[in-house]
């Protein structure tokens, strides 16, 4: 009998992972899926303006992928709109020959932009794609994301009504309703989806050890903030 | 031939009686209540009435007729067939089977889907298919309401033909008020940009509605981005063929600015669960979105060889089903897929029907409350277990413009009378399988 590639471990897969919460829950819904992630793949934008990926502190996920005992591809892009596609395209093409994935898992929320961009890619390369987080109810994600055991900082600020006391540290569960009803008084999305705040997750349930992070935050814009990560290492559970 | 439902029928009145329960719209419920039909038309709706034909309905739930907004009848040859490979896997197959058949088959697989379907309280759809004439002679004899009509193709359309084809096919329906000429176009992938633009030409020029399948599979997104720079929607909308004409099928890989176009031009979508999860498709249609939006989404099986069921109650189910476990909330629910499959859907066929009110359509389905999986049963849960728990098992009769076309106790009569096209059937069965 032949036995298929992927029936006992699942399908192989690649995460394309940022470091953010989004990415995180993903790579963990892929896990209970039975999926068999075989490597994180991570794209770092030289810009700010990305239009597909999460700017701040992408480096610390180096390692986040040593926390989670996952391979990483890293590769910088420019950050330019069409490129940066054609960066993605071949960084999938690396993570397909290297490891083997037959499909992607992404952690895209409400963007159209992102996915059906990652969608063209993926059929182009004849990877099938995940968005497990696809238009979910996003007040609940939050909470069930602080629930299910997910520390997570905000690194980045860009949206009138989030203070930036909430740069830096680990969010509680009043913290992300107090964002919620913030989201509703200002009208922006309380997942961060229009890339209001970006993320990082210093742990959650799949990491073996914990991210450390020291930084300061510094104010770029009138409501723009950034927490600068200083220092970043691992430590023991 | 025996031809049902001609115009002229009119003017019969039956009154169905003491109603245990009768569902007007996806709101309203009312109890022990009569419903008297005049013609093809509900006359009045109210207690003590009577004339005509009484039909005692104490042991029955009312509904208005189902609609399966997108099919392809004759493909109930195929069903069971080609029940592994994704979609364009799958198309490939077919493709090749549907070189073995002839007029004659898909008439025969045509009026047996109808039968199958007014069964299972169907009393419209909408299809797409090959030899659109035979499929039409089989609806002007099942007494079903239909949008069916011919299909341009390039080769169609550069040969001149389209018009002719097209007004041939409306001339046929002459005289039969249940069947309205739609015009199909296959996909995007299958036809030029030239075939689509006429096809809307002459939906136009006669006032009819455009068919088509759009942003079924991400393969089709992906070859229409790099062909046109536009992702489908987008493109039809470029073409300047979109409008309220328009009733696109499927459109699982969606976006969300596209929903926006349909909304602004008013076109109409017909999901089809069933078939897109069968068929491995994978898309996420936003259901909730679009119907937020106010856009007018009807439901469809799609052919029987994919669903491969041909009952509206499965699929407004399963339409809930895949909203709730892919998206993982409950905001879609019994009201909304039940609007969408009676009301949504007669919207599409521009029918004032879908509703139990004076002056709609007699368009009815009747079913048994004696039936188990229909109880416990009172006006609070009768949607509940008309979405979740029926089938086509409990239908009693349909109604189609105020006739009985369908009665349970008609059930083995009709096997018997299709025992020899089930083996003609068959034949061509054992030649493509």
Redesign the interface.
């Known amino acids: 009998m032949v036995i298929k590639e992927g029936f006992f471990k699942g399908l192989p897969v690649c995460v394309l992972f940022s470091g953010g919460k989004d990415s995180t829950y993903a790579l963990h819904w892929a896990f209970l899926k039975g999926f068999d992630v075989r490597c994180l793949v991570t794209l770092k934008p030289r810009s700010e303006g990305s239009w597909m990926f999460h700017y701040p502190a992408v480096e610390v996920t180096k390692l986040q992928s040593e926390a989670l005992g996952i391979p990483q591809i890293y590769r910088e892009t420019l950050g330019i709109k069409n490129r940066e596609l054609k960066d993605l395209k071949e960084a999938l093409e690396t993570a397909s020959a290297k490891y083997g994935i037959k499909g992607v898992v992404t952690g895209a929320l409400l963007s159209?932009y992102q996915r059906?961009n990652i969608?063209?890619i993926?059929?182009?390369l004849s990877l099938?794609?995940y968005?497990p987080l696809?238009?979910?109810?996003q007040d609940?994600y939050m909470l069930e994301l602080v629930e299910y055991g997910f520390k997570f900082i905000i690194t980045s600020i860009s949206v009138y009504g989030l203070p930036p006391n909430l740069l830096g540290r680990i969010l509680k569960e009043e913290d992300v309703v107090y964002i919620a009803r913030m989201a509703r008084r200002y009208g922006f999305n309380p997942a961060f989806e229009g890339g209001e705040a970006e993320t990082l997750v210093v742990d959650a349930p799949l990491f073996r050890k914990a991210l450390r992070i020291v930084g300061e935050p510094i104010q770029v814009g009138e409501y723009n903030w950034r927490y600068v990560v200083k220092r970043a290492w691992l430590e023991e559970k | 031939m025996e031809v049902c439902g001609e115009e002229g029928m009119a003017g019969r009145e039956i009154t169905l009686k003491n109603c245990r329960y009768v569902v007007r719209d996806h709101k309203v419920i009312e109890e022990n209540i009569d419903i008297l039909i005049e013609g093809r038309y509900i006359v009045d709706i109210g207690r003590g009435l009577g004339g005509g034909d009484e039909i005692d309905c104490r042991e029955a739930i009312v509904l208005p007729g189902i609609v399966n907004a997108h099919t392809h009848a004759a493909m109930w040859i195929f069903r069971g067939l080609f029940d592994r490979g994704e979609l364009h896997e799958w198309l490939k197959n077919v493709n090749k089977a549907e070189e073995k058949l002839t007029p004659r088959i898909v008439y025969l697989a045509s009026k047996i889907a109808m039968l199958e379907m007014l069964s299972n309280g169907i009393t419209a759809f909408v299809d797409m298919y090959y030899f659109p004439e035979e499929t039409l002679k089989a609806v002007k004899e099942t007494g079903i309401r239909a949008a069916l009509g011919p299909v341009l193709t390039d080769e169609v359309v550069e040969e001149g033909e389209s018009e002719k084809l097209v007004k041939s096919f409306i001339e046929k329906t002459k005289g039969f008020s249940r069947i309205k000429t739609v015009v199909n176009v296959r996909s995007l992938y299958s036809v030029s940009p030239e075939t689509i633009r006429e096809a809307s030409k002459l939906t136009q020029k006669y006032d009819l509605d455009i068919h088509m399948h759009v942003s079924e599979t991400r393969r089709e997104i992906y070859l229409c981005k790099k062909r046109t720079g536009l992702f489908p929607v987008e493109y039809l909308n470029s073409l300047g063929v979109l409008n309220k004409r328009f009733i696109l099928a499927h459109l699982g890989w969606v976006t969300s600015w596209e929903l926006s176009l349909i909304k602004d031009k008013n076109a109409s979508i017909v999901h089809c669960p069933a078939s897109d999860m069968k068929l491995a498709t994978a898309g996420f249609f936003p259901l909730r979105e679009s119907l937020d939006f106010g856009i007018n989404v009807g439901l469809g099986t799609d052919g029987a060889a994919s669903n491969n069921s041909l009952d509206m109650f499965r699929e407004m189910k399963v339409a809930v089903l895949l909203q709730r476990n892919n998206y993982w909330r409950t905001d879609i629910g019994e009201r909304d897929v039940f609007r969408m499959a009676i009301e949504n859907g007669y919207r599409i066929l521009n029918i004032k029907g879908g509703v139990i009110e004076k002056n709609n359509v007699a368009d009815l389905v009747l079913l048994d409350v004696k039936d188990l999986n229909l109880n416990p049963l009172s006006r609070r849960n009768v949607l509940s277990n008309i979405v979740y728990s029926a089938n086509g098992n409990n239908v009693i009769a349909t109604f189609v413009g105020g006739e009985i076309v369908y009665h349970r106790e008609q059930k083995e009569a009709i096997y018997h009378s299709i025992t020899d096209t089930l083996e003609e059937i068959q034949e061509c069965i054992n030649e493509i399988a």
Not at chain 1, 134 to 137: A, E, H, I, N
């Open positions: 159209d059906m969608s063209l993926t059929e182009e099938k794609v968005s696809w238009r979910k109810g609940k």
